[in-house]
């Protein structure tokens, strides 16, 4: 990892991370209020917008995916630098174990951003209701749970949140350019949502991994700054998104394409069947016709 890569931009050797890590101590509680505002908003607006028709949305969609796409983006990069660094000169342990992701140069300001962003990206949802599209429950139940969960760690500086958040800088990257593009109306191909969910996925076991770790270095003694009501609720959280993103990669990916095929067969099918009534009708009133010649001859 060369020295430029960590090298300080002036933005991120100003921020004041002891007055960060303060206000969130002071203010983290915050986060359920912010939660509760969320879920308000949501049921209002849906009720407001079932006698009213969808809006279009296009351009500040486009807009607002574009703009976290390129914080996501940044994020991932001066993040993923960093514990790259890390893993690389001072092994796995220190990587996860470390707090100096929340106070070392280059991934202080990204770490506060990142808990920070978690609030804005609850406006998500906004379009979602605003455009009558339809409104799962991964979608919000993970808006509100990351939102208090960073939040809440943020404050206490627990090991493993510099892999948790470079995960999720790097999956919000990629799943944001994403949106930007089919909102500015470009064809993805379905297999690249297929691959960000699969990332998603993988985001969840890493995350429980990252867990299992943490939780066996306090065991064994060794100093991985952490304490078991973080890692029951970080753990419980991850493994219920598991099973909730799993359950809806099988849903969009798998049984839909299981139903398209079979209402392909069943068209296909209904079709040669209309096909071949249509040359049995034929065939009979050719029939009928040449036995009808004859019977006029004889006349």
């Known amino acids: 990892m060369s020295v430029l890569a960590l090298q300080e931009y002036e933005f991120e050797r100003q921020f004041n991370e002891d007055e960060a890590i303060r206000w969130m101590q002071e203010n983290w509680k915050k986060s359920f209020l912010f939660s509760a505002l969320y879920a308000a908003c949501i049921l209002g607006g849906r009720h407001v917008m079932k006698q009213r028709e969808k809006f279009e949305l296009r351009k500040p969609l486009v807009i607002w995916s574009l703009t976290l796409a390129v914080f996501s983006i940044f994020g ?115 297999k690249f949502a297929m691959f960000i969910t699969l990332t998603q996925i993988t985001q969840m076991v890493m995350g429980c991994v990252v867990n299992y770790l943490v939780y066996s270095w306090m065991q064994q003694g060794q100093e991985c700054p952490s304490h078991m009501h973080n890692i029951v609720w970080s753990s419980l959280m991850y493994l219920s998104y598991f099973v909730l993103f799993c359950q809806f990669f099988f849903e969009a990916y798998i049984d839909k394409s299981k139903r398209n095929a079979a209402a392909k067969t069943a068209a296909a099918a209904a079709a040669a069947a209309a096909a071949a009534a249509k040359t049995a009708t034929a065939a009979t009133t050719t029939t009928a016709t040449t036995t009808a010649a004859p019977e006029k001859k004889s006349q």
């Open 76 to 190: 991932a990069v001066r993040t993923g630098s960093y514990m790259t660094y890390i893993l690389m000169t001072k092994g796995l342990k220190q990587s996860v174990c470390d707090q100096s992701f929340y106070n070392g140069p280059v991934s202080k300001f990204w770490a506060y951003a990142f808990v920070l962003s978690k609030a804005p990206e609850l406006g998500d949802t906004l379009f979602i209701v605003l455009r009558k599209q339809k409104l799962i429950f991964l979608h919000w139940y993970h808006h509100i749970t990351v939102l208090l969960y960073s939040w809440y760690s943020y404050k206490d500086m627990v090991a493993g949140g510099g892999w948790f958040m470079t995960m999720n800088y790097l999956v919000h990257a990629v799943m944001y350019s994403y949106y930007a593009l089919r909102a500015a109306g470009f064809r993805v191909s379905r």
